[in-house]
């Protein structure tokens, strides 16, 4: 008796109120979180159950915040992942293509965030953040999962519209069909937080069938998120802008002659709003004629900040515009490089042997449209990955291996069989050498816009025999992609004819 009394007294000792839970996930140290459990009211009986809370964090990952209800009177129970560390700086969009009769491809691991959308375009299907918020599953699970909630209510909807429950019966066949894998389908993953994942069983290699794409969030996703926004950012009042609204904003603009300013100003203009790395590069060339600076909204808290922008021209490369913000509100800090000038009519591949530590410290500017390539490796990031980036070579394979790690690194979990294991930590260990110069390697920069560049060693760049610029034309495809299939010049190109046709009157006049 006096044992299951203390037993009954440990139980009620693990169950705790709400306050210490929220202390728990709060706490920095995730590894040595205990499991807490509190009493929560269950929503089909309305009695009491118990509600677990564990606070782990998935290797090179996230912390996440593992969840499980279950109710002794009525059997009910549910589980939900949700994030407890910070919203991504990107959203981003996973698109897996799923052939059929592939088993591997629906067993890809899956996380959804509560943020989330999951779109089947083939079946004009969707799963809104609302529905399996904050899950762990597979392709397969998600797909299971949907389909058998849309079943729960079949029967009581065939007693009241007998039309749209056997519609719905059509859908779950087709729905079923491609949870088997015996239908081909487009699984896309869209999660403005940057908390979700799919799994990629190539990895570190592409992966043929699924592409990551990382996007700017727009006001309303912010504002869906939690974040505060100015209601002339939404979009339902943006039409709505005053021109007096506009005009005062355009008055905002600060322009300081050439003069005044100089390099020392500009130079601390700029440093004040971003990483001493970009700072000293782009310095190193030039001093810019002119900083402007004016009104922005942060991309993180959409609170009112300024955007420092400046021009400057690189030798051997083009001339490129300088942006920095930074926010007083929550502090963050973002800077850009964007090229100047027209769309280059064709892409550029630069290609570099790397054999000795100065080539480590060769000046790289990678734009957002390059992608990266490591033939030693077989290594190969896509356009768009990593963004764009002003570096050194070493600091690129530096911030390759913790991208690699923080997009992939989910697999690392204990989940991980010991063959996959044991090909990535091979792979991070080749990863590592290149620095290290044990042999020479090669850096491939591919931009299809022509906007990244790598620093030469010697004066003349036709010298420097360790770099090789090579320019093609672009495909079809990655003009596509680049969206200059559908720009329409035509308009432009008659008021141009027109307004030099006019001048040419008036001169022979």
Not at 339 to 359: A, H, W, Y
Not at 449 to 464: G, M, Q, R, W, Y
Request: charged fraction near 25%; aromatic fraction near 6%; charge should be negative.
């Amino acid at each position: 008796m006096e044992g299951g009394n203390n037993n009954s007294k440990r139980e009620k000792e693990e169950i705790v109120d709400v306050r210490s839970v929220v202390e728990a996930v709060s706490a920095n140290d995730a590894d040595i979180a205990p499991l807490y459990q509190l009493e929560s009211l269950c929503m089909r009986c309305h009695q009491n159950g118990i509600t677990r809370f564990l606070l782990t964090l998935i290797p090179h990952f996230r912390k996440i915040l593992l969840s499980a209800f279950e109710c002794p009177h009525c059997g009910e129970r549910n589980n939900e992942v949700q994030f407890a560390g910070e919203i991504q700086p990107r959203g981003c969009c996973y698109r897996l293509e799923v052939p059929s009769g592939d088993p591997k491809m629906l067993n890809r691991q899956v996380v959804k965030s509560e943020s989330a959308t999951i779109k089947i375009p083939e079946l004009d299907f969707e799963i809104p953040p609302e529905a399996q918020r904050g899950s762990l599953s597979t392709v397969e699970g998600i797909l299971v999962r949907a389909a058998d909630e849309l079943q729960a209510l079949q029967e009581e909807r065939k007693k009241v519209d007998p039309q749209t429950a056997e519609a719905l019966d059509q859908f779950l066949l087709k729905l079923k069909a491609c949870a088997t894998g015996d239908s081909s389908f487009t699984f896309i993953l869209d999660d403005p937080a940057g908390n979700s994942f799919i799994e990629n069983l190539y990895a570190p290699s592409p992966d043929p069938s699924l592409s990551i794409k990382f996007y700017e969030r727009t006001p309303d996703q912010q504002a869906t998120l939690g974040y505060s926004v100015d209601p002339s950012q939404s979009g339902d009042h943006r039409e709505g802008t005053s021109m007096e609204q506009i005009s005062g904003a355009s008055d905002e603009v600060r322009r300081e002659p050439h003069g005044s300013v100089g390099a020392t100003a500009a130079h601390r203009a700029i440093a004040q709003s971003n990483t001493a790395e970009i700072v000293d590069t782009v310095f190193r060339y030039t001093a810019p004629e002119e900083v402007m600076t004016f009104p922005s909204t942060c991309g993180t808290c959409g609170i009112a900040c300024e955007t420092r922008m400046f021009v400057t021209k690189i030798p051997y490369f083009q001339e490129v515009i300088v942006m920095a913000s930074t926010c007083d509100a929550c502090g963050y800090r973002n800077s850009e490089l964007k090229p100047g000038g027209r769309v280059p009519e064709k892409g550029k591949r630069i290609s570099l042997t790397v054999r000795n530590n100065k080539d480590l410290s060769r000046d790289v500017i990678k734009s957002d449209t390059a992608g990266v390539k490591v033939p030693e490796l077989d290594l190969e990031l896509a356009s768009g990955t990593l963004g764009g980036v002003v570096t050194t070579v070493e600091g690129l394979i530096t911030k390759i291996s913790e991208s690699l790690e923080r997009v992939h690194g989910f697999t690392f979990g204990d989940s991980l069989d010991n063959h996959k294991r044991s090909k990535w930590e091979d792979f991070k260990a080749r990863l590592d050498k290149l620095l290290s110069l044990e042999e020479p390697w090669t850096l491939i920069l591919d931009d299809a816009l022509a906007n990244s560049f790598i620093a030469p060693v010697t004066e003349d760049i036709k010298d420097d025999h360790q770099l090789t610029f090579e320019e093609y034309e672009r495909s079809w495809e990655q003009n596509e992609e680049l969206g200059l299939n559908d720009i329409d010049t035509s308009s432009a190109d008659g008021a141009y004819h027109s307004t030099d046709t006019t001048m040419q009157v008036k001169t022979e006049v």
